[in-house]
C-alpha cells in the first residue's frame, strides 16, 4: 500500500514566519546549477533570500565553476535550485539565474551576506553574484 505524496510547497506570496526566520539564520547552503551534459554540479555556498522582490543572491568569483554554468544557460538565465538542510528542518528554493557583474549588484550582495553571515567578506575584484528570481519554494520548518 503507497503512501500519499505530502507536499512541501510554500506560499511565496505568504511565506510563513518559521521560514523566513530559517533563511536568516547562518546556514551553510547547497546550490544547484547544471553542466553542459545535463548533470547537477552541486557546491557548498552562503546564500541570502529576499522575499519581498522574491530573489536570492549568491557571490562567487568570476570564473567559478557555478557561475560559467549560469552563464552558459545564455540571456534568459539558468534553472537552479539553492537548499539548507539542519536536522529534520530544510527549504528550498528555485528559480531562474544570472550572474551580475556591476558594482552596485555586487556591493548589494556583500552586505547582505555580510548581515546574514555575520561576516564581511574579503575584498576580490573578480566577484560576481548570481541572482537567483525565485518561483518556487519548497520546506519544512
Request: proline share 7%.
Amino acid at each position: 500500500m503507497s503512501r500519499p505524496a505530502v507536499e512541501y510547497a510554500v506560499d511565496l506570496d505568504a511565506p510563513h514566519a518559521s521560514y523566513l526566520a530559517f533563511w536568516r539564520e547562518r546556514r551553510l547552503c547547497t546550490l544547484t546549477t547544471l553542466r553542459p551534459d545535463g548533470s547537477p554540479h552541486v557546491v557548498p555556498v552562503s546564500v541570502t533570500f529576499d522575499p519581498a522582490a522574491r530573489l536570492a543572491r549568491v557571490i562567487t568569483n568570476g570564473a567559478s565553476a557555478k557561475a560559467a554554468h549560469v552563464v552558459a544557460a545564455g540571456p534568459a538565465g539558468a534553472r537552479v535550485a539553492v537548499c539548507q538542510v539542519d536536522g529534520r528542518r530544510w527549504a528550498t528554493l528555485e528559480g531562474r539565474a544570472v550572474v551580475h557583474t556591476d558594482r552596485e549588484r555586487v556591493a548589494e550582495a556583500e552586505r547582505r551576506h555580510a548581515e546574514r553571515y555575520e561576516r564581511t567578506p574579503s575584498p576580490n575584484p573578480s566577484r560576481v553574484v548570481i541572482e537567483i528570481q525565485v518561483d518556487r519554494a519548497l520546506g519544512r520548518t
